[in-house]
């Protein structure tokens, strides 16, 4: 026993031996543009830039602000007007400025229409940027909605939306939807995008989970309604482009600390090596009161 002992010391005292901290350095990655721009049918554009920020890198309110991109040339383009976008800026909850090119004042004489395609146009430290899309036509109908108890031992108030929705005949109808309570923003759900591979010209009934906040810790009281909420639905129909986006992003997020998943490339319909998306939407909204 006592040589087996001996052997069993030598042992981890050889493979403690080995041990070596390795330090690998980092290439510095470079900036590049990331685009969210996107255009609703009844509404104008709106167009968010930015600077990309480095994987590893700390993050700040000071490094978020300046990574906004200003000065740039905007423009958008439905085949026949084209419009130049204005720089604004608004403040977030937490005091932060945030930058964005849309439409000054409000300017109704161009904004989102049904069946039309978009080209977004961009000019922002010396490159130039390309992007097209369009706003489809509305696919997907909403014919009815209604709430249900769900029974859940540790929340009484707890609900959910079901809706009946109608998909038009033909594959290649793509949607993203968004969920809003009471006076909050839409926020889109943890799987917001689906296509028609399965329900193609059917009528199906479905819950809706609740939007989900990505920079929140996900729980599973996130995904389901309260007693006494108003809820605003919106669905839209969009193109194949924005839902591949989408997609792969939302496939990405979900991967985030999995050692097992693939390495997923985010699809961009922005060109010259820009990050982002430009999006048409085409929504329709029903609201429902769950009653306390």
Known sequence: MSILRLLFLFILVFLSSCEKDIDIELDASESQLVVDA?????????????KSLDYFGKIDSTKLSASFVRNAKVSISNGTQEITLKEDSLRSPEGARIYFYSVRDDNRDFIGQLNTKYTLRITAEGKNYQAET???SVTRRIDSLWWEKLPLADDTNAARIIIRATDKPGLGDYI???????????????????DDQVIDGTTYTIPVDRGFNKNAQFADSLTYFKRGDIVTIRLCNIDKQTYDFWRT???????????????????????????????????QYRTLVIPK
Do not use: H, K, M
């Open 134 to 136: 369009s706003i489809p």
């Open 249 to 283: 992003f939302e496939f990405s997020f979900q991967s985030i600390g999995n050692p097992f998943s693939s390495p997923t490339r985010i699809l961009s319909n922005v060109n010259n090596g820009a990050l982002g998306y430009f999006g048409g939407y085409g929504c």
């Open 176 to 194: 993203r939807y968004f969920t809003r309570i009471n006076q909050e923003a839409f926020l889109p759900g943890f799987n917001s995008v689906f």
């Open 38 to 50: 996107t255009i609703e049918n009844g509404l104008t554009p709106v167009v968010f830039l930015s």
